[in-house]
């Protein structure tokens, strides 16, 4: 899993086949992970936390907090997950438009979506259920996790990098 298609097919893959259900998805993911070499896990785990980095942004932050009704870090970064989960149009319209997310999920329910914090650890239980060894440092900036350094705060851009 070297490229980004595979990445966003993976998602819609198992998104679908969990019918939208994020938890369901985190161990569909785990599973069809669990059939790569763990270097192509590594790839995947890269590719995520890019993506998650890229969301880090304040107005991102404003709109979840509007949709979830408050947004604390933790909070903040299981709806990333969650908007990663969604697929890349979801995704990429998020960050081009904030503000559009209502449209882009019109059927968003707080009690239901915007939390996939197993999502973001899918590539974590592959990697060391594959290799009894705990995923390795990836070295991007990332969301504030104990093995990764956190970003101050995020970023104020508003145009997707």
Do not use: N
């Amino acid at each position: 899993m070297t490229d980004e298609t595979e990445f966003w097919q993976l998602i819609d893959e198992t998104r679908e086949a969990a019918e939208g259900d994020p938890v369901d998805q985190a161990e569909l993911l785990v599973d069809r992970l669990l059939a790569l070499t763990p270097d192509d896990v590594i790839d995947f785990a890269r590719l995520f936390e890019a993506r998650l980095a890229r969301a880090w942004r304040w107005d991102l932050w404003g709109a979840a907090d509007l949709l979830l009704g408050g947004a604390g870090d933790d909070s903040f970064d299981y709806f990333c997950c969650w908007l990663i989960g969604q697929g890349r149009d979801v995704f990429e319209g998020a960050l081009a438009d904030p503000d559009a997310l209502a449209d882009l999920v019109p059927d968003f329910d707080e009690e239901v979506d915007g939390d996939a914090e197993e999502l973001g650890d899918a590539a974590d239980h592959a990697y060391e259920q594959l290799t009894g060894t705990p995923l390795p440092e990836l070295g991007l900036p990332s969301r504030p996790r104990s093995r990764w350094p956190s970003p101050a705060e995020p970023s104020t851009s508003t145009t997707p990098r």
